[in-house]
């Protein structure tokens, strides 16, 4: 099955803020440009999630007041993690991923993608969340299938001449 296959499971398309937990096969599409974007699998029980997080850290931006977790990294590897531990998922039966983080505008500073990386990988890091396999940084967004079933994450790099695929436990 290829990634712009249109039989196999069901479509979502997650937008900016969003993240979801998939209980059932579901094939995941987002674009990231400097946003990240982390999954987490559960071999033993065949269930994927993955989030769409705009900004870096909540507590530089939110002082306090409610607000939605899967807009920041940080706040979302939290929301993340605790919905896969309510379900019976262990750290150590978890396989993560981290995309995302494109610099296009300036890519000599650092950049809101580089900040958006940083905090999604210490987030994980502060739970002893071991990564597998990321594709982080660079000056050119990302389109990724996910297919939560498998855990398997498909990449293209957008404005390339061609595509790069990235299967699980490539690095």
Known sequence: ???GSKTGPPAH????SQGVLCREPTRVITVLGSCVSVTLFSRRLGIGSIFHALMPQWKAQENGQ???VFKYADSAVEAQLNAMHELGVTISGLECKVFGGANALFPHEVSVGDRNVRSALEALAAHKVRVKAMDVGGNVGRKL???SHTGDVFVKRLNQPECRVRRKGAK
Do not use: A, K, R, S
Not at 13 to 16: A, K, M, P, Q, V
């Open 1 to 3: 099955m290829t990634p």
């Open 66 to 68: 409610l607000f939605n």
């Open 13 to 16: 398309y997650l937008n900016i």
């Open 145 to 147: 299938v996910f297919y």
